[in-house]
């Protein structure tokens, strides 16, 4: 399965599994140049090859100050009183992080033995 970011003309390949960190700091993965935008701004976690989700902030606790919105929608911490940790992305979805937009694609489509759906939580897969 292979999954990529398209910013601008450029298309980013994500890992098979692990983290892709995106924001300002020189150590991110995808380094993007806005003031506005935290020095990690958000975290992609692709799990077993298929399912990749995003959080919002540097993956463990501390948020993006502007946030991070999915299709215009900002991603919320909070799901009720539960806390989110993260949300599952679909094949074309719209990323903004400041005033960068990307697209999340997914080359080909996964088979689920469960429906997923975009309230799915999980832990950060560090490795």
Same mark, same amino acid.
């Given at each position: 399965?292979?999954?990529?970011?398209?910013?601008?003309?450029?298309?980013?390949?994500? @890992?098979?599994?692990?983290?892709?960190?995106?924001?300002?700091?020189?150590?991110?993965?995808?380094?993007? #140049?806005?003031?506005?935008?935290?020095?990690?701004?958000?975290?992609?976690?692709?799990?077993?090859? %298929?399912?990749?989700?995003?959080?919002?902030?540097? %993956?463990?606790?501390? @948020?993006?100050?502007?946030?991070?919105?999915?299709?215009?929608? +900002?991603? #919320?911490?909070? #799901?009720?009183?539960?806390?989110? +940790? #993260?949300?599952?992305?679909?094949?074309?979805?719209?990323?903004?992080?400041?005033?960068?937009?990307?697209?999340?694609?997914?080359?080909?489509? %996964?088979?689920?033995?469960?429906?997923?759906?975009?309230?799915?939580?999980?832990? @950060?897969?560090?490795?």
């Amino acid at each position: 399965m292979n999954h990529y970011l398209q910013i601008k003309n450029n298309q980013i390949a994500l @890992p098979e599994n692990g983290i892709f960190l995106i924001g300002r700091d020189d150590d991110c993965d995808l380094v993007l #140049s806005d003031n506005r935008i935290s020095r990690i701004h958000a975290c992609i976690n692709v799990v077993n090859e %298929c399912e990749v989700y995003i959080i919002d902030g540097d %993956c463990i606790n501390r @948020p993006s100050r502007l946030g991070v919105f999915i299709n215009n929608v +900002k991603l #919320s911490l909070f #799901s009720g009183s539960e806390l989110k +940790k #993260s949300t599952l992305l679909k094949d074309k979805d719209k990323i903004k992080i400041g005033n960068d937009v990307l697209s999340y694609n997914a080359v080909t489509a %996964c088979n689920f033995t469960s429906a997923s759906s975009e309230d799915d939580t999980i832990t @950060p897969n560090y490795g």
